[in-house]
């Protein structure tokens, strides 16, 4: 039996922070395919927040450790992410920490623009 997409809520499980350690750009990479998936599957989901901050944890982590030859691109896409965060609610309890996260992206950008 096939689930509708609005039939199916997962759990907060689901959402939550990984149950393994992410050691590398694959482990980012993935995460970051699911989330967007999960996003955009399932848009008006109650964890769409918690989504939307893991996200940005992902893409923040996967630029920070990139290699220079990648790093800007992933770090302007990282701040996108942190964009549609505060977009999507601008008081969210992930702020204090998103916004620490976007300090540190928009630091690593001035490199590229000496």
């Given at each position: 039996?096939?689930?509708?997409?609005?039939?199916?809520?997962?759990?907060?499980?689901?959402?939550?922070?990984?149950?393994?350690?992410?050691?590398?750009?694959?482990?980012?990479?993935?995460?970051?395919?699911?989330?967007?998936?999960?996003?955009?599957?399932?848009?008006?989901?109650?964890?769409?927040?918690?989504?939307?901050?893991?996200?940005?944890?992902?893409?923040?982590?996967l630029?920070?450790?990139?290699?220079?030859s990648?790093?800007?691109?992933?770090?302007?896409?990282?701040?996108?992410?942190?964009?549609?965060?505060?977009k999507?609610?601008?008081?969210?309890?992930?702020?204090?920490?998103?916004?620490?996260?976007?300090?540190?992206?928009?630091?690593?950008?001035?490199?590229?623009?000496?």
């Amino acid at each position: 039996m096939r689930l509708s997409k609005t039939s199916w809520i997962p759990s907060p499980s689901f959402i939550g922070p990984p149950k393994t350690s992410i050691t590398g750009p694959s482990d980012f990479k993935g995460a970051l395919k699911a989330l967007e998936n999960f996003i955009s599957d399932y848009p008006g989901t109650p964890f769409k927040e918690q989504a939307l901050y893991y996200r940005l944890d992902s893409a923040y982590k996967l630029a920070i450790n990139s290699i220079e030859s990648k790093k800007q691109e992933r770090l302007a896409y990282a701040k996108t992410t942190h964009s549609s965060l505060m977009k999507f609610n601008s008081a969210s309890e992930y702020k204090e920490e998103a916004d620490k996260m976007l300090a540190e992206i928009e630091k690593e950008l001035q490199q590229f623009s000496k």
